[in-house]
């Protein structure tokens, strides 16, 4: 299960992004935003990351103008470990070395052609483990003591 959350900026490629989705059968939970009216990204992340953190969902996908507001919130969250990108390759290695559990993407930046391949790899990669579980060990050791 995937959460799917969004501000108004983020709201159209969300929509696409479920889409998507749908015809890959994979099943999600839409946190919202449900319409292009004007709301705050902080609270549209802490919102679809409470999903992560209880279980109901295995990974998020975030949306908002830049996907950096959203990615800064979310990763306030504690055991969230979110990457805002916009390239395949930062997409892809951003699952194998950090774990990343939610993908942040830039509605106003990339096209949405581009957001749904970096759905398909974010959603379809596997964590390496090994040596990059110690670096994630670290940042949640930065996490508690800050
Ligand atoms: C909203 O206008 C915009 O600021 C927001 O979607 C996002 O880009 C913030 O980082």
New binding site residues.
Partial sequence: MIALGS????FPLKEAIKKYLDGEGVEYIDCGAYDTQ?CD?PLQAEKTCLKVLNGECEKAVLC???????S?AANKVKGIRAACCSDYFSAKYTRMHNDANVLCL???VIGEGAALELVNVFLNTEFEGGRHQRRIDQITELENKY
């Fill in positions: 501000d108004h900026a983020g004007s990204y908002c103008g830049t996907g950096i507001g959203i800064m830039g509605a106003r």
